[in-house]
């Protein structure tokens, strides 16, 4: 078939005669095919029709549906310079539909399920450049003391600040599968802090049911094992532990015990008497908490054994795991 647009030349037999011009012999020659298929080839006749040599219409080479026009129907109606006219579907599946957001997934039903928890990871891993911020002083009730610390190392460099957080992730993941609202005391998303006293005041903000500070020691070689930290009996300016002291231990002992048992690590042997609970007066954290409330030393970053588990992401998961199931306890799930 000829590719060009020149007048077709005559066919032998043919009625149409050679002399008569171009534009007659193509109009007889679409009058013919018209009364052939009037209704599938319209478009195509009538643009024949009137397309003269050297015009841009469609080529007569191009094949032709016999069901169907060659233009889809949003094509042909599309103006020109529309996404149609250039050959883009307008169908309704194509153009036209939306794509729904996908519905936020329900929280999960658990024991858990109606309580909170506020999971704070120790320290900061900027606060190592910002000294002069985290060394101004803040009340703590019993006195004064830094607003936070840059937190230990490992030998090696890995920040306890960084092991924290990494548990704390883990540990809302694990108590959100069991229901529990989880609220973290930072992420991260700021240079240095927060200080204890904001750490403490998120917690009693939140009305927590438990709150737990994930921490790592930094102590000399050969001292192994995790302990939990528990408020002592302090009364003094903001600070009045009176109603928390019972359950926090309670809180304590739980997590003590399904820590020791998922993880496999011993209770420190280096302070505790071999229970892995310490009471102390001293930290703001605890202090100035009026919900249930313990630090967790995961194990000491100093000791070349502990460090191996504490910078495996397996065993923090497993550490993680322990936390949980401990708060799970606490709370009656």
């Not at 917690?203 to 102590?219: I, L, Q, Y």
């Not at 192994?224 to 928390?244: M, N, Q, S, Y």
Request: net charge neutral; hydrophobic share 35%.
């Amino acid at each position: 078939m000829r590719n060009d647009n020149s007048p077709p030349p005559p066919e032998s037999g043919s009625s149409i005669d050679p002399d008569r011009s171009w534009f007659t012999r193509r109009s007889t020659l679409v009058v013919g095919v018209a009364a052939l298929a009037p209704a599938a080839l319209a478009g195509w006749v009538l643009t024949q029709a009137f397309a003269g040599p050297g015009s841009d219409g469609p080529s007569r080479s191009a094949p032709m549906s016999s069901s169907h026009s060659a233009l889809s129907p949003g094509q042909r109606d599309a103006k020109p310079g529309s996404a149609a006219d250039e050959g883009a579907s307008t169908s309704p599946s194509a153009s036209q539909s939306t794509t729904a957001a996908a519905p936020a997934p329900a929280p999960a039903k658990g024991p858990l399920t109606g309580r909170t928890v506020v999971v704070d990871p120790g320290h900061n891993a900027g606060n190592f450049e910002h000294t002069d911020e985290i060394d101004q002083q803040v009340d703590i009730g019993t006195g004064r003391k830094e607003c936070d610390t840059t937190g230990t190392t490992t030998n090696a460099g890995y920040k306890e600040a960084d092991f924290t957080l990494d548990v704390s992730r883990r540990l809302r993941t694990a108590l959100e599968a069991q229901g529990a609202k989880v609220v973290l005391t930072h992420q991260a998303d700021r240079p240095w802090g927060p200080c204890i006293t904001e750490r403490a005041r998120i917690g009693n903000e939140a009305k927590a049911d438990a709150v737990v500070s994930v921490h790592a020691d930094g102590v000399s070689a050969g001292n192994r094992g995790f302990h939990i930290i528990l408020p002592a009996k302090v009364k003094g300016g903001a600070a009045d532990t009176a109603k928390i002291v019972g359950p926090s231990r309670e809180l304590g002992e739980r997590i003590a015990g399904n820590f020791a048992r998922t993880t496999g690590s011993a209770p420190a042997n280096y302070l505790g008497s071999g229970t892995g609970l310490v009471v102390r007066d001293d930290l703001g954290g605890l202090n100035l908490s009026t919900q249930p409330k313990v630090f967790i030393e995961c194990g000491n970053m100093r000791d070349a054994k502990d460090a191996a588990q504490l910078t495996s992401p397996e065993w923090r998961q497993k550490a993680a795991q322990g936390i949980a199931d401990g708060i799970v306890g606490f709370l009656g799930g």
